[in-house]
């Protein structure tokens, strides 16, 4: 005899439930996603783990600079992101682009259309022996532009940079600062997406620093491209929306710039770093923290009305200010408190 099966309909309250729960793919609506991103490189034996689970997002729209100190691995997520490596895990993606399952034809295509490029070498970005407008126009020839309409977007880019004025000088006629605008125009000759740019500023003074950092901000706002810029200029973070910090590999922390207005009306720019949490829960601790309150190995956590502490493992005095407070205080394993909460009335002392 066969078993006669029932099949319930799902119920409202089911199929709400179920939507509720689907969370989807991390960053599905990002314009860029490294998630988990690990790069590994052997040298003579030795490996260097230059990122280590590396999660970043950037909207399509956005300006982002990052930084971090020498060694922290900017230039290698540069060279991911710009599909000139590969890395060794994780996943990363640029629009439609899946940069961890490209052949190498379609990263050639990526890199022809996609993204542009600023180096922080002005040499690697612009050819001598050519004029500003033949140096814009040279990728739209490439392209199979036509003549009058390559001559149309390069006078119109440098105009955009500010730099119209360099269109019949060489590289050799310009500044610095003059050449690496010129490079943005080039960058963005064949109408990319996205803009990276590595130390675009790394061989300039702070006056035209500012100029070229001013120009990444124009292209961002008056032509949409997306733009992330790699460099060490600590006045960077006046001319983006974001400023993401990198350390060991990983993002740390994160500048966000946010206008507020007033009572008077009055707008005025505040600044903001706050720390990131990674998908795995993780957090950087700033090493100055470390280092003031000798934090190292174990540490204990208390999960508090509103916020989280963090305390050294270190025997505590019954009656110490400042130690794990409340019911939530916990290992970051979650097992038993090894302090017990202090009395009310000391609580609210603190
Ligand atoms: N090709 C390579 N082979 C071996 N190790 C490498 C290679 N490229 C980078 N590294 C190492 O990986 C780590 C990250 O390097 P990376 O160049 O990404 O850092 P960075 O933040 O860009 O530094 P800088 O600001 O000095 O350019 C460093 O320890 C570096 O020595």
């Given at each position: 005899m066969n078993a006669v099966q029932t099949v319930e309909e799902p119920t409202l309250d089911t199929l709400e439930a179920r939507a509720r729960r689907r969370t989807g793919d991390f960053g599905e609506h990002a314009l860029i996603v490294c998630d988990s991103l690990v790069r590994i490189y052997q040298s003579e034996g030795v490996e260097v783990q230059a990122l280590q689970g590396l999660d970043l997002l950037v909207e399509d729209g956005e300006l982002v600079a990052i930084v971090g100190a020498s060694g922290s691995g900017k230039s290698t997520l540069l060279s991911?992101?710009?599909?000139?490596?590969?890395?060794?895990?994780?996943?990363?993606?640029?629009?439609?682009?899946?940069?961890?399952?490209?052949?190498?034809?379609?990263?050639?295509?990526?890199?022809?259309?996609?993204?542009?490029?600023?180096?922080?070498?002005?040499?690697?970005?612009?050819?001598?022996?050519?004029?500003?407008?033949?140096?814009?126009?040279?990728?739209l020839a490439l392209a199979g532009v036509g003549r009058k309409t390559r001559d149309r977007r390069a006078a119109e880019l440098l105009d955009v940079l500010g730099v119209g004025y360099c269109a019949d000088r060489r590289p050799g006629q310009m500044s610095g600062g003059e050449q690496q605008r010129v490079a943005i125009a080039v960058?963005?000759?064949?109408?990319?997406?996205?803009?990276?740019?590595?130390?675009?500023?790394?061989?300039?003074?702070?006056?035209t620093s500012h100029d070229v950092l001013e120009g990444l901000r124009t292209v961002n706002r008056e032509l949409g491209t997306t733009v992330v810029v790699v460099t060490h200029d600590p006045?960077?973070?006046?001319?983006?929306?974001?400023?993401?910090?990198?350390?060991?590999?990983?993002?740390?922390?994160?500048?966000?710039?946010?206008?507020?207005?007033?009572?008077?009306?009055?707008?005025?720019?505040?600044?903001?770093?706050?720390?990131?949490?990674?998908?795995?829960?993780?957090?950087?601790?700033?090493?100055?923290?470390?280092?003031?309150?000798?934090?190292?190995?174990?540490?204990?956590?208390?999960?508090?009305?509103?916020?989280?502490?963090?305390?050294?493992?270190?025997?505590?005095?019954?009656?110490?200010?400042?130690?794990?407070?409340?019911?939530?205080?916990?290992?970051?394993?979650?097992?038993?408190?090894?302090v017990p909460a202090p009395p009310a009335d000391e609580e609210a002392d603190r």
């Amino acid at each position: 005899m066969n078993a006669v099966q029932t099949v319930e309909e799902p119920t409202l309250d089911t199929l709400e439930a179920r939507a509720r729960r689907r969370t989807g793919d991390f960053g599905e609506h990002a314009l860029i996603v490294c998630d988990s991103l690990v790069r590994i490189y052997q040298s003579e034996g030795v490996e260097v783990q230059a990122l280590q689970g590396l999660d970043l997002l950037v909207e399509d729209g956005e300006l982002v600079a990052i930084v971090g100190a020498s060694g922290s691995g900017k230039s290698t997520l540069l060279s991911v992101l710009s599909g000139l490596d590969v890395p060794t895990a994780g996943k990363v993606r640029v629009g439609p682009w899946d940069l961890m399952a490209m052949s190498s034809r379609q990263r050639v295509e990526y890199r022809r259309s996609m993204v542009g490029f600023v180096w922080q070498q002005t040499a690697r970005n612009v050819v001598p022996y050519l004029s500003g407008t033949e140096n814009v126009a040279f990728p739209l020839a490439l392209a199979g532009v036509g003549r009058k309409t390559r001559d149309r977007r390069a006078a119109e880019l440098l105009d955009v940079l500010g730099v119209g004025y360099c269109a019949d000088r060489r590289p050799g006629q310009m500044s610095g600062g003059e050449q690496q605008r010129v490079a943005i125009a080039v960058a963005l000759a064949n109408s990319p997406q996205v803009l990276f740019a590595d130390e675009p500023t790394g061989e300039l003074d702070s006056a035209t620093s500012h100029d070229v950092l001013e120009g990444l901000r124009t292209v961002n706002r008056e032509l949409g491209t997306t733009v992330v810029v790699v460099t060490h200029d600590p006045g960077v973070s006046e001319h983006v929306q974001r400023t993401v910090a990198i350390r060991d590999g990983r993002t740390s922390s994160e500048t966000v710039r946010r206008t507020h207005t007033r009572d008077d009306g009055t707008e005025h720019v505040v600044a903001e770093e706050l720390a990131v949490l990674d998908r795995a829960g993780r957090v950087q601790l700033p090493r100055e923290y470390r280092d003031a309150l000798n934090l190292v190995g174990r540490v204990r956590l208390a999960l508090e009305e509103s916020h989280v502490s963090l305390w050294p493992d270190r025997p505590m005095p019954a009656r110490a200010p400042g130690r794990p407070a409340g019911r939530h205080s916990a290992t970051p394993t979650g097992a038993v408190p090894v302090v017990p909460a202090p009395p009310a009335d000391e609580e609210a002392d603190r």
